[in-house]
């Protein structure tokens, strides 16, 4: 059966119905803001070497209710309000062992998706569990027929030309997720990855988290194996904890080196977990027991010997 995955690259299908209205060298040209990050070995050296990692000044926050898509804040705001309500949905089911219910908050209010995943993560101890539902997020809000025919009429015979849409559709359609963003070249892809990736300049997902545990498991990892597993195409996603900023690279398998490091990084210094973690549904039958910001601050207990990495990394 397919599976599925989670934020960042969401509404592929909403932004392919509507490429014919832009023009294809329009489409594909890199933005102004296009620009180069540093390299991934550097920024997981940095990393390594730390117990935490400060990440950009808070000071420096961009004011991500202003920031809007090239199809402006009406259709972000009904793509936020598709996303949450597939993800309520799934977080939900009365088939899951653990209901998550939805949130109070307005379908267009970003913090409400906050709620959820953090919900989702506080009460799912195992990171496969959290990556699979991510993903099943993500594939509901394709309809199937792209899913079906995406890999063998486009994916498989246009490989460059399918990591190129994709990452035109990534900007046109995930700005109200990830923030600035603009398409950019990969140049140290095989083939030169002319337009094949998109360089988020500071993740909105990511700041309003702050964890990169979240971040991991229920974006990066979730949404490079939907491109994959239903798409046809690889995705390698390269977030810098330090700045903000993301890397996608379409058309680019990551190594088990780069999965290894995203898995390994430190915490952030205001993950509200502080790096700790507890043993989760400690009553033995996995009910819900306390609101999720409780949940957060359950797992505040500090535990040096795994200080190093997110404690929230392990299964």
Not at 56 to 73: N, R, V
Not at 197 to 213: H, K, M, P, W
Not at 251 to 266: I, V, Y
Request: glycine fraction near 6%; proline fraction near 7%.
């Amino acid at each position: 059966m397919r599976r599925s995955s989670f934020p960042t690259t969401v509404f592929l299908a909403s932004i392919l119905s509507v490429a014919p209205l832009f023009s294809p060298a329009d489409a594909f040209a890199p933005s102004h803001r296009a620009r180069s990050r540093r390299p991934w070995s550097a920024t997981s050296a940095m990393a390594s070497s730390k117990i935490t990692i400060e990440g950009p000044p808070i000071a420096t926050k961009p004011d991500y209710s202003s920031i809007h898509g090239p199809l402006g804040p009406f259709v972000d705001s009904l793509l936020m309000s598709l996303f949450r309500v597939k993800l309520s949905e799934r977080l939900n089911r009365p088939s899951n062992n653990i209901r998550i219910a939805d949130s109070n908050l307005p379908l267009n209010d970003f913090k409400g998706i906050n709620e959820l995943t953090y919900s989702m993560n506080s009460q799912y101890n195992n990171r496969t569990q959290v990556q699979e539902i991510a993903e099943d997020v993500l594939v509901a809000l394709f309809p199937p027929f792209i899913l079906d025919r995406y890999p063998s009429w486009f994916a498989m015979p246009f490989p460059d030309f399918s990591a190129k849409m994709c990452a035109w559709a990534t900007t046109v359609g995930g700005t109200w997720l990830m923030g600035e963003c603009a398409v950019n070249d990969v140049p140290e892809m095989e083939n030169g990855g002319k337009n094949q990736g998109v360089l988020v300049e500071r993740c909105r997902f990511l700041e309003e988290s702050q964890c990169a545990s979240i971040c991991v498991n229920s974006c990066k990892i979730p949404t490079q194996n939907f491109f994959k597993n239903n798409m046809g195409l690889a995705l390698t996603m390269t977030p810098d904890y330090e700045t903000g900023e993301c890397q996608f690279a379409f058309g680019k398998l990551p190594t088990e080196e780069e999965e290894r490091e995203a898995r390994e990084t430190p915490c952030l210094a205001r993950c509200p977990s502080s790096g700790g973690m507890r043993s989760w549904h400690d009553d033995g039958n996995g009910s819900r027991k306390e609101q999720w910001l409780e949940d957060l601050e359950e797992l505040a207990n500090f535990n040096e010997e795994k200080g190093a990495t997110c404690a929230l990394m392990g299964d």
